[in-house]
């Protein structure tokens, strides 16, 4: 067992990795799973966790487990994900991972021996910034996705999940439910970066989560006629950029309208609709182009399934008349949907009670521990995040909070234990 592990803190084994992935185009860091900087990742991960005496093996839907002795049943799960957004922070996945190994590397120095199976994951694509669906390894796990759609996501360049599966040496054919790696979670705890700055208005540094926002994605598609800029009449064109203009301004207007709405209500701050495009795709893109397609990547996140559909709904009418009006075909396609997620109140209270009353507070993220909540019991700790950004550069969590989330992690772990 190396001194590193024994006796390395959240931040010292963040700055191990500080180097890797990082996006010189974007800022931040582009860990895509199963690219090289998630791989090296892995390794890096394997590494600590075998220094730490944790028995490292690979499931079939790409997920890493780090056991401590035997595995399950029953055991207790702590972990996150490696993988991020395009130019995301360092914080998101990885503070969960590098705060388990910490716990572990804690707990062996302590002399503590678990009454029960305990392993540390680290969940594959969480991020979806490959293959388009979030959460994917915990998807596959649990059986909220098909094996067979799974495999046939490809990224942007045509690649794959069930290639990129074979290509890190896994077998597709061993990918999708796996009720024998869901019977040996007793309990799942993820430690997780704050994505807001609920923690920093309260002058608190841990919370205990309650629960996650009803959420998805969609792609719209606008078809239209590619042709010349220049020798096109401004009246003779069909567009697909302009319907995607439309569209994307809908989404805000939509957006917008569906918060009012909400405020007008009972409902907080926290659980207010949101809506997004972040991605847009324009095929040729060429300066001097009309495009022949335009696709746009929509996030929805809101209170319940109905409010979101709610909201898609009325996007989805608006892109179409937006479509009809420059003479545009349009589809619009449900990518994933994640429903609303209430996390196991025995355990959510049982942790607070360990750690002495946190804030109880919801988050509008999506998590594994969000997915897996429909099979095993799930819980998350959030640690305070000053700048209140993720899934971009800015994202921070300062050593203090960070070892006060190992603090948190290893008085949870202990109790479970
Ligand atoms: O997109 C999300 O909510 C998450 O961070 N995967
Ligand atoms: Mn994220
Ligand atoms: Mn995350």
Redesign the pocket.
């Known amino acids: 067992m190396s001194s590193t592990s024994t006796t390395a803190t959240a931040s010292a084994l963040l700055a191990e990795i500080a180097d890797v992935g990082r996006d010189a185009v974007r800022g931040g860091y582009t860990r895509r799973v199963f690219d090289p900087a998630e791989l090296e990742l892995r390794a890096w991960f394997t590494d600590h966790a075998v220094a730490l005496g944790l028995d490292v093996r690979l499931d079939g839907n790409g997920n890493l487990w780090a056991w401590w002795g035997a595995p399950g049943p029953d055991a207790v799960v702590t972990g996150s994900h490696l993988d991020s957004?395009p130019g995301g922070g360092a914080f998101?996945g990885p503070l969960g991972v590098v705060s388990a190994l910490a716990a572990v590397a804690r707990l062996r120095s302590a002399g503590f021996t678990p009454s029960r199976p305990f392993a540390v994951a680290v969940f594959a694509e969480?991020?979806?910034s490959r293959f388009g669906v979030?959460?994917l390894g915990s998807r596959l796990l649990s059986g909220a996705i098909d094996a067979d759609r799974a495999l046939a996501l490809a990224d942007a360049d045509g690649v794959t999940f069930a290639a990129a599966l074979t290509a890190a040496g896994l077998d597709p054919t061993r990918a999708g439910l796996d009720e024998a790696a869901l019977a040996r979670i007793g309990v799942f705890v993820e430690l997780h970066v704050e994505?807001g700055r609920d923690l920093v208005d309260r002058g608190v540094a841990i919370a205990v989560a309650t629960g996650?926002l009803a959420?998805g994605r969609w792609r719209l598609r606008f078809t239209g006629s590619g042709n010349h800029a220049g020798t096109t009449p401004m009246t003779d064109r069909h567009d697909p950029v302009v319907a995607a203009a439309a569209a994307i301004l809908a989404t805000r207007h939509r957006g917008t309208a569906a918060l009012s709405r909400t405020m007008q209500g009972e409902a907080s701050a926290a659980a207010a609709p949101r809506a997004t495009v972040g991605r847009i795709e324009v095929i040729p893109g060429g300066t001097n182009v009309i495009a022949s397609l335009a696709e746009l990547w929509l996030?929805v996140?809101a209170d319940g399934e109905a409010a979101v559909r709610e909201l898609v709904a009325a996007i989805g009418d608006d892109a179409r008349a937006a479509a009809k009006l420059e003479g545009c075909a349009f589809e619009l396609h449900e990518e994933s949907f994640a429903p609303q997620v209430t996390f196991d109140p025995a355990v959510r209270d049982r942790i607070a009670g360990v750690l002495g009353g946190p804030p109880l507070i919801p988050t509008?993220?999506?998590?594994d521990a969000g997915i897996l909540a429909g099979r095993v019991p799930t819980a998350m700790l959030f640690v305070r995040n000053p700048s209140g950004v993720?899934?971009a550069p800015d994202e921070f969590a300062g050593e203090e909070d960070c070892e006060l989330g190992v603090d948190a992690l290893v008085a949870v772990l202990e109790d479970l234990l």
């Open positions: 957004v998101d969480e991020e979806g979030a959460c994505q996650i959420h996030d996140r509008a993220a999506g998590h993720s899934h």
